[in-house]
């Protein structure tokens, strides 16, 4: 993955960022709920239950959300260097870790650390530290 710096936007990035903030802020104001993505599709995933118009609406709008972007700028290209066995692993692990953490990045790097949760700031810190180290290991240790 290489990073093109002449192309860097921090007007964008911020208003990106502040965007997921009032998002944040609105859904938790109007509806008491943290919008932390595996909470919100765990509670569609177990079953009918009283909540799931909004987290519909929630879905649907991260997936809209980069065609609405399309249609006033470009998009970046993605490329993905990992074959589909690795993306799967990893998905999976993604998803047994937010089991354990009781939550994901955005609930508790968003959400957990705006409302001052100390369990949120171990959380975040686990999650960046894990970051950290798969990428070392990954790049350094099993790069041939």
């Given amino acids: 993955m290489t990073i093109d710096w002449a192309a860097f936007t921090p007007a964008t990035a911020f208003a990106g960022g502040a965007l997921i903030g009032l998002a944040s802020a609105l859904l938790m104001a109007f509806n008491g709920r943290i919008a932390g993505i595996s909470g919100i599709v765990g509670g569609i995933l177990e ?48 998803g047994i870790g937010t089991r354990y953490g009781s939550g994901c990045t955005s609930g508790h790097g968003v959400c957990g650390l705006s409302r001052l949760s100390p369990r949120s700031l171990i959380a975040t810190i686990l999650f960046m530290a894990t970051g950290f180290i798969t990428v070392f290991v990954v790049r350094h240790l099993f790069a041939g």
């Fill in 47 to 94: 079953g009918p239950a009283s909540g799931i118009g909004w987290r519909l609406a929630f879905i649907v709008g991260l997936l809209i959300a980069p065609m609405i972007w399309q249609l006033f700028s470009a998009m970046p290209s993605i490329e993905i260097e990992s074959s589909f066995p690795t993306l799967v692993a990893a998905g999976l692990l993604v």
